[in-house]
T-cell receptor, first 112, second 114 residues
Framework: SQQGEEDPQALSIQEGENATMNCSYKTSINNLQWYRQNSGRGLVHLILIRSNEREKHSGRLRVTLDTSKKSSSLLITASRAADTASYFCATDGGGGADGLTFGKGTHLIIQP | NAGVTQTPKFRVLKTGQSMTLLCAQDMNHEYMYWYRQDPGMGLRLIHYSVGEGTTAKGEVPDGYNVSRLKKQNFLLGLESAAPSQTSVYFC?????????????FGSGTRLTVV
């Protein structure tokens, strides 16, 4: 079963605005990762945040992690048309099996 | 370019037919994974391998078999395809389980079973 659940399922914003996506999970984790998937392509790793970290930055990306609430957020600042994609959170350490457990994703559309 | 290569990219099978999906990586990664992606379901882990000669079951292993005879290759087999196996299949690899650079994914195999 899915460990992470992204919210919202879909998001449409204007170019230049900030986009925020949230992820909630159920069990304890070692780390949480965010991936991007462009239509018809494979997933691309964006950023990893470990369970003892609270915030991490990478370029226009900012990720936060609140282990007490079992939630994470991904902020994309100054969005661009090329950011249009689906974004998935993935948790490491949940589900009882090896490998990452993925959520269902947030589909982000950046309107030019 | 270095990365994960999946073949074939597209395939249509008749119910009951068999096929093998090939995943090859040239990054000397120890861990390899097979996921399936269905609309509205996200990615679900089928099987994985933590090194040459090892395999293990993931969340949805029924109807699939895997082999990892060489470190760089991870094969996914469907012995008797069923319409429920219509999906997009992704292979991924990682150097270690919690590598900070995450998983590297292939571009996927779109399989339709009729």
């Amino acid at each position: 079963s899915q460990q992470g659940e992204e919210d919202p399922q879909a998001l449409s914003i204007q170019e230049g605005e900030n986009a925020t996506m949230n992820c909630s999970y159920k069990t304890s984790i070692n780390n949480l990762q965010w991936y991007r998937q462009n239509s018809g392509r494979g997933l691309v790793h964006l950023i990893l945040i470990r369970s003892n970290e609270r915030e991490k930055h990478s370029g226009r990306l900012r990720v936060t992690l609140d282990t007490s609430k079992k939630s994470s957020s991904l902020l994309i600042t100054a969005s661009r048309a090329a950011d249009t994609a689906s974004y998935f959170c993935a948790t490491d350490g949940g589900g009882g099996a090896d490998g990452l457990t993925f959520g269902k994703g947030t589909h982000l559309i950046i309107q030019p | 370019n270095a990365g994960v290569t999946q073949t074939p990219k597209f395939r249509v099978l008749k119910t009951g037919q068999s096929m093998t999906l090939l995943c090859a990586q040239d990054m000397n990664h120890e861990y390899m994974y097979w996921y399936r992606q269905d609309p509205g379901m996200g990615l679900r882990l089928i099987h994985y391998s933590v090194g040459e000669g090892t395999t293990a079951k993931g969340e949805v292993p029924d109807g699939y078999n895997v082999s990892r005879l060489k470190k760089q290759n991870f094969l996914l087999g469907l012995e008797s395809a069923a319409p429920s196996q219509t999906s997009v299949y992704f292979c991924a690899s990682s150097y270690i389980k919690t590598a900070s650079d995450g998983y590297t994914f292939g571009s996927g195999t779109r399989l339709t079973v009729v």
